[in-house]
């Protein structure tokens, strides 16, 4: 990995993987190799064993700016068949960071615009400085946030991301956390404090439970509650108890002492 990788991805001894969008001359703005750079990160993060957390920054002073303006004026010059492949990748890659099997943290710093919102959005918990500023301002461009809209509306709503995606508004921290787009925020100067109490939390949490509820929460956000969901629910509930895992959590908290899973020193 060189420092000039659009994407720096780094796993300390605890498994938590520090991933960066790294383009902070353009304020992170993406193209397609950011992209592809993404998706490449995630497939292999997903190989690691020993993962744990993911968290995701944007180098420099922001966050990402949304597409870069240049690749997008580009991309009106290929052809159709390269254009509709550049959009399911960009569908893939929001898609692969919230279906990530880990959970993953975003730390908002900065501007955070289009695609962007769509990054904080797809990760479990996105914490954002105090005076980070936000916007989805495609439509100003003359161009729709489609790849990330369905997230969206899963994770704020049709009628505040109506709100915000039709008028192009920047809108504040407080904002985001009011319409639940981020989940807590602090002096830009605290961030790294605040996702470091995250993380601590997750490593507290046996690693295949929290696994197998990323995993419902996403499933029970799409699918109806039909016979099957119940059944599978229900014997999901009955196994776990009887996991090894389950055995070993009990024990901790009857013993007042951490998890055999919680990293050492």
Request: charged share 20%; hydrophobic share 50%; net charge neutral.
């Amino acid at each position: 990995m060189a420092a000039s990788d659009p994407v720096l991805c780094t796993i300390d001894g605890r498994g938590v993987a520090a991933v960066t969008l790294n383009r902070p001359r353009v304020n992170n703005a993406y193209n397609g190799e950011l992209i592809d750079a993404l998706i490449a990160t995630f497939a292999r993060l997903a190989g690691e064993p020993a993962l744990r957390v993911v968290m995701l920054r944007g180098a420099g002073k922001h966050f990402q700016a949304g597409a870069d303006l240049k690749f997008l004026d580009h991309l009106r010059t290929v052809s159709p068949e390269e254009n509709h492949e550049f959009s399911r990748r960009t569908v893939a890659a929001i898609r692969g960071l919230q279906l990530f099997a880990r959970p993953t943290i975003a730390l908002v710093q900065g501007g955070c615009f289009g695609g962007g919102i769509g990054i904080a959005a797809a990760c479990d918990i996105a914490i954002a400085a105090e005076d980070a500023v936000f916007a989805l301002s495609e439509v100003r461009w003359g161009i729709t946030p489609a790849p990330i809209i369905p997230l969206l509306v899963e994770r704020i709503g049709a009628r505040a991301a109506g709100r915000l995606a039709l008028t192009g508004e920047r809108f504040d921290a407080a904002m985001a956390l009011r319409i639940g787009l981020v989940h807590e925020t602090c002096p830009a100067s605290q961030l790294e404090v605040a996702g470091a109490r995250f993380v601590d939390h997750l490593l507290l949490a046996g690693p295949e439970a929290v696994a197998i509820t990323k995993r419902l929460i996403a499933e029970a956000a799409e699918t109806a509650f039909t016979p099957q969901f119940h059944d599978r629910i229900v014997a999901e509930a009955a196994g776990r108890r009887r996991s090894a895992e389950a055995a070993e959590g009990l024990a901790s908290f009857r013993d007042k002492r951490q998890p055999s899973w919680y990293p050492k020193g």
